[in-house]
């Protein structure tokens, strides 16, 4: 089952996609777009794949990834092939490994193949960004669409603790809600590196967490004072909501980016769902269809 910070890093490229090409040196651009990713061929989608316009339009394919995954390479290359095929443009494709696990000797940014005793017959060049590896201070000065990712970045340099003090200078001043997503975004995504217990006394301080749905996840916490047996109750009760909270939150905004705001009978029916896996099925089906009705015909 998707983690919760598989959503989180996909809305954070397809919001902001600019910032992620800047964050793999390829920038700056004047438009990017997200296009279709899936490649229906192999019945297989790639993350996110984007369109920089200009005099010679080309393709970024940005797979992300938190764990070690054989033969991912080989798997990159059947992707920027196959869009190579559909768009007739050429692809660069990037990976992003957020945390070391996901790291190993065979992403070395080149894929060969070869007959035995032959020479090489395939060369596919990608780019490897390992997050831990980034220097904090460019990510904190970074695009916005970034940010989230500042406390998993090299921190020889600076302490988790002013990390964050220095997003907040530039979160703190957006509009309430988007001030909420970048910080549920933050919480989330620091679960790949920090222990729950670091995470709630780095961000407690933190002005406009309460209006993160990271923060009605964990509230629950804090109010419980019973038993073990009831906290943990509780601290399910709260994580399962929040994550209610976050998926409907991410389909009222990838929805709205593409059919419009949504009339009263569509919000009724998006805070009626109730499970996250059938909020996820209308965030992926929203590409193949063109209005909010239609995304809900198809789902029935």
């Known amino acids: 089952m998707p983690k919760p910070y598989d959503a989180t890093t996909k809305f954070l490229v397809e919001a902001y996609p600019a910032d992620w090409l800047a964050l793999a040196g390829l920038g700056p651009v004047e438009r990017v777009d997200v296009i279709d990713a899936n490649l229906s061929t192999i019945t297989a989608e790639a993350d996110?794949?984007?369109?920089?316009?200009?005099?010679?339009?080309?393709?970024?394919?940005?797979?992300?990834?938190?764990?070690?995954?054989?033969h991912l390479p080989r798997r990159l290359l059947r992707y920027n092939t196959l869009l190579d095929d559909?768009?007739?443009?050429?692809?660069?494709?990037i990976v992003v490994l957020l945390r070391q696990q996901?790291?190993?000797d065979d992403l070395s940014g080149v894929y060969r193949r070869s007959i035995p005793g032959g020479h090489?017959?395939?060369?596919?060049?990608?780019?490897?960004?390992?997050?831990?590896?980034q220097p904090v201070e460019s990510v904190l000065l970074g695009g916005l669409g970034t940010l989230p990712m500042a406390p998993m970045c090299d921190?020889?340099?600076?302490?988790?603790?002013?990390?964050i003090r220095r997003m907040q200078e530039r979160i703190d001043p957006q509009p309430r809600e988007t001030a909420g997503l970048f910080w549920s975004a933050t919480g989330i995504l620091m679960g790949l590196r920090y222990a729950r217990n670091e995470i709630l006394e780095l961000l407690r301080g933190v002005r406009g967490m309460k209006e993160s749905t990271f923060y009605q996840m964990i509230l629950e916490e804090g109010e419980a004072k019973g038993?073990?047996?009831?906290?943990?109750?509780?601290?399910?009760?709260?994580?399962?909501?929040g994550k209610m909270e976050e998926a409907r939150r991410i389909l009222f905004q990838l929805g709205k980016r593409r059919f419009g705001e949504p009339d009263p009978a569509t919000v009724a029916a998006i805070e009626s769902l109730s499970t996250v896996d059938e909020i996820k099925f209308l965030i992926n089906r929203r590409d193949d269809v063109f209005s909010w009705a239609e995304l809900f015909t198809q789902a029935g």
Do not use: C, I, N
């Open 86 to 93: 559909r768009h007739d443009l050429p692809t660069r494709s």
């Open 227 to 241: 038993e073990a047996r009831g906290e943990a109750r509780g601290l399910a009760r709260g994580e399962a909501q």
């Open 120 to 133: 090489d017959f395939l060369e596919f060049r990608y780019q490897v960004v390992r997050v831990w590896d």
């Open 48 to 70: 996110k794949v984007l369109r920089v316009e200009g005099p010679q339009p080309w393709l970024a394919h940005v797979e992300l990834q938190t764990s070690h995954e054989a």
């Open 102 to 104: 996901a790291d190993g």
């Open 155 to 163: 921190l020889a340099t600076m302490e988790p603790a002013e990390v």
